[in-house]
T-cell receptor, first 118, second 113 residues
Framework: AQKVTQAQTEISVVEKEDVTLDCVYE???????LFWYKQPPSGELVFLIR??????QNEISGRYSWNFQKSTSSFNFTITASQVVDSAVYFC???????????????FGKGTHLIIQP | DVKVTQSSRYLVKRTGEKVFLECVQD?????MFWYRQDPGLGLRLIYF???????EKGDIPEGYSVSREKKERFSLILESASTNQTSMYLC????????????FGDGTRLSIL
């Protein structure tokens, strides 16, 4: 069975600090997709990034960066120079096991609640 | 931008009632999903659909059913609501490929009394 583990339930840092959110996954698929979503206090899930299993290039988007390491089954998310607006719950998710159909639900981690204090 | 609209933001129902949660998307996406979100458990997949009138069970389908009569609309049905179905329900849609992101609605916070 698939699994996504976000071991950090809650992280609290002071504004401008760097912070890394950990994500470890388990899957038997050889082709799979990893996602990060942000859920601000208003409740809607906002898509941040997708990574394919065959592409281990790290990605940077402004203050956000992602480190994908297949050898350790990890897909970690770093926010540089954090801001109060980054406060949210962040979810890591894995595409469902391939069943031959055109759709799979996502397997989500339990989320990391990130608190950025001014 | 993809727009996924859930009919109610908050809903209060009584035990034993039949409850309908509605979700509409405006991007002609093939795939639609229903999740529930509970504190400490993250999001869990209830049902999904990859085409009109097609449905697949997710990880926790017990006590729920779904309906997809039109491509843009996906309904979640609680046949006989129970208190353990009090939760936040999230609908999502996706272009018909596994590698595409799912786009979520704002959620319905359902309380069963």
């Amino acid at each position: 069975a698939q699994k996504v583990t976000q071991a950090q339930t809650e992280i609290s840092v002071v504004e401008k600090e760097d912070v890394t959110l950990d994500c470890v996954y388990e899957t038997r698929d050889t082709t799979y997709y990893l996602f990060w979503y942000k859920q601000p206090p208003s409740g809607e899930l906002v898509f941040l990034i997708r990574r394919n299993s065959f592409d281990e290039q790290n990605e940077i988007s402004g203050r956000y960066s992602w480190n994908f390491q297949k050898s350790t089954s990890s897909f970690n998310f770093t926010i540089t120079a954090s801001q109060v607006v980054d406060s949210a719950v962040y979810f890591c998710a894995l595409s469902g096991e391939f069943t031959g159909g055109g759709a799979d639900g996502l397997t989500f981690g339990k989320g990391t609640h990130l608190i950025i204090q001014p | 931008d993809v727009k996924v609209t859930q009919s109610s933001r908050y809903l209060v129902k009584r035990t034993g009632e039949k409850v309908f949660l509605e979700c509409v998307q405006d991007m002609d996406h093939e795939n639609m999903f229903w999740y529930r979100q509970d504190p400490g458990l993250g999001l869990r997949l209830i049902y999904f659909s990859y085409d009109v009138k097609m449905k697949e069970k997710g990880d926790i389908p017990e006590g729920y059913s779904v309906s997809r009569e039109k491509k843009e609309r996906f309904s979640l049905i609680l046949e006989s609501a129970s208190t353990n179905q009090t939760s936040m329900y999230l609908c999502a849609s996706q272009l018909g490929r596994r590698d595409r992101p799912q786009h979520f609605g704002d959620g319905t916070r359902l309380s069963i009394l």
